[in-house]
């Protein structure tokens, strides 16, 4: 009579395992829709693979041997191996081992399009909202070297700041320099009736006068992507732009709010939007330089302008 012993210990390991896999904070500050639909994939997953796990461990020793036999592998080895892969020893850790694979990739998965960096560890941050003045921020125009338009940038009441979108092109940068760093920032673009073309970014490691800049493009519910001009190490200036590499157009329309957050480590941007990493920039040859946002043309709101230097 064939054993069946090792199924109650493998299913024990795949429920413990499957709770254990329950997301958690996925209602936090900043999550999306897709994000709020990810706990229901993931319970679908894991009873996908319980299933599958349960129905393979169910299966008696001979018909083990037959499917193996009908492809001529039925060698006294393979017998062994499947004699002992029944057993509660080798059934139990066969379990194990496919639903921690399966909870490694959910995990990474979650790590990918989680919290944000300032969410899942709010320690280090400092506050550069500016203050009424902009003090300690200055504009430049765009191109460097034009002429820049009226004042419209201010922090109002709320300690929001906003960008009137009517006085020209340019960049509001910080006066500090940051190397390693994360920049976090959330924007909403005010919507008005049929107007189309809503554009806007922010920028790491920019030059003082604006000419080597690294933006992170966005626009009404599309874009979210990095380019810019970086320094080369004959001086030259490199434009790159990774537009084409983004699919995921994560950005929402005008009148929602977004979150992203620029990571600059070594030569390495990365972008992220709205709960998932869009893309990296890998080439980036500035070493530090300041922070800063754009105007260009729509009035766009900002808050919770952070920042945390790496070491």
């Known amino acids: 009579m064939e054993s069946r012993a090792g199924i109650a210990p493998a299913c024990a390991v795949l429920q413990t395992a499957a709770c254990a896999a329950r997301p958690t904070g996925l209602k936090s500050k900043g999550a999306d829709g897709s994000l709020r639909s990810r706990p229901r994939l993931m319970c679908h997953l894991r009873g996908v693979l319980e299933r599958l796990a349960t129905a393979v461990l169910s299966l008696p020793t001979s018909t083990l041997l037959a499917s193996q036999a009908s492809v001529g592998i039925a ?31 959910l995990r990474a998965a979650e790590g990918a399009t989680g919290r944000s960096a300032l969410e899942t560890d709010p320690q280090g941050w400092v506050d550069i909202l500016p203050t009424a003045d902009l003090k300690g921020w200055y504009r430049v125009p765009v191109p460097p070297g034009g002429k820049l338009g009226r004042e419209q940038w201010h922090v109002d009441a709320s300690k929001v700041l906003i960008c009137d979108g009517d006085g020209g092109h340019d960049m509001l940068l910080t006066e500090k320099e940051y190397g390693d760093a994360i920049f976090h920032f959330e924007f909403c673009y005010t919507k008005v009736e049929d107007k189309t073309g809503y554009n806007s970014g922010a920028y790491v490691r920019n030059s003082k006068d604006g000419a080597i800049w690294h933006q992170a493009q966005f626009g009404d519910a599309k874009d979210g992507f990095l380019f810019g001009q970086t320094p080369m190490p004959d001086g030259k200036k490199k434009f790159f732009s990774l537009a084409k590499q983004v699919t995921d157009k994560r950005v929402k329309a005008a009148g929602e709010w977004n979150t992203m957050e620029v990571t600059a480590r070594g030569k390495t941007l990365t972008l992220w939007v709205n709960g998932a990493i869009t893309c990296e920039f890998k080439e980036c040859e500035a070493e530090k330089g300041h922070l800063g946002l754009e105007g260009e043309g729509y009035r766009i709101e900002f808050h919770n302008l952070k920042v945390k230097e790496l070491k």
């Open 75 to 105: 060698s006294p080895m393979h017998k062994s191996f499947v004699r002992r892969s029944t057993s509660p020893f080798f059934a139990g850790l066969l379990a194990a081992t496919v639903m921690w694979l399966a909870l490694s990739s």
